[in-house]
């Protein structure tokens, strides 16, 4: 993709590569006479899983209740078109497999649960603020350990493919053939987040794995099912979170993690509950362009799985959630002490990057080593802003009121000092 090539904001008409296109038409036409491309039901989705692996352990019932709920949230809410339920299906296969072997993990390790997870480092801040660029300038230094796409889509080991590498070959493919299909279905995305299977990717698709995570309404319209999630005491989602963490430290030992994910703006004490020894990196920017940017990546997303994309939609449902992270957000560090963070602006780090990085390297109790500023400036040398293309994106796109943007987020621009774009 060239470097001046702009995303569209055609929103409402994702793009759809020919073959896609007239998939979709066939499908449509099946669809009429009551014959679907792709099952969605409980039982099948648990019965491929387990036979993929020939495992059949999904722990408690709580974890089939969201299940339930999740499904039925897409068959009453999402509008998928057909390839869309395709692709549902066989991500949430997926998660279950994963979710069969980790626990088969767990039960066959029992000494991966005294693994310590040490002082790792967060970093959070609402979409678009420069958590991606922060969390990938941390993740060169080579003392760090980072959780890679790769290891995000398939972090348990799979033993019955004979490598004698627990599969790693295996699930680097499945990660490079999930980046290039990716890239052929939307490939306006790259120019606002880039995907590398190999590269460092968020955590949030570890909470996939108790169907506690928020990917589901990044990429599908499944309201219900993210107003009861809201809900929810997520004790149990970070337990099972830090789990697969210690299973990839079980696979890899060494290094102290980088992870980075907006959803912990939500349960930063639960975070800190988890993790007493944990560090938070929180980035900022001015609340007016991060809404529209985020607002656009989340209208790309839903294209790939439906063509029932209103903007407007995404926008009531986004503006919400980003208001409610940051309100809890700003109520979870007045209780928990301000020791315990690091505040970095969008601006300065993308003015001098160096600077920001001792400061927070500072904070970290560490240094930059030699090493680590060399990898440091290979990678921001590699990724140039704009590598992939120009993200297009304006507020007025989305039907948000300027003012009542700016009001919601008055006190938060004030408390961090943030300025306007």
Known sequence: MSGTRQTSTDYTRPYRPLPVALLNRCGRILERFGLELSDLSEASLVAAARKVTGLRDLGG??????????????????????????????????????????????????????????????????????????????????????????????????????????????????AEISQRGLAYLAPDFFAIHPVEALGPEEDCLLFDYGLWGTVPEATLHVPSFSAWLEQQDHREAYRFYARVLRVLQFQWPGGRWVLKTPQHMEQLEVLLETFPDARIVQTHRDPLRVLASFCSMMAHARGVFSDAVDPQEVARHWFGKARRMVERAMAARERCGPERFCDVLYYDLVRDPGAELRRVYAFLGAEISPQAQAAMRRWTERNPQHKHGRHHYRLDDFGLDRDEVEAAFADYRARFAIPHE
């Open 61 to 174: 019932e709580g974890f089939f209740a969201r299940l339930s709920l999740l499904l039925q949230s897409v068959h009453d809410e999402a509008r998928l078109h057909p390839l869309g339920r395709i692709m549902v299906r066989q991500n949430l296969i997926r998660i279950l497999a994963n979710r069969l072997r980790l626990l088969a993990t767990l039960d066959r390790h029992p000494e991966i649960d005294a693994l310590a997870v040490d002082a790792p480092i967060f970093v959070v801040g609402l979409q678009r603020t420069g958590t991606t660029v922060m969390n990938r300038l941390l993740a060169a230094d080579p003392a760090h350990r980072f959780l890679a796409s790769w290891q995000a889509i398939s972090p348990a080991p799979i033993q019955t493919d004979g490598q004698g590498d627990l599969g790693e070959a295996r699930r680097k493919r499945l």
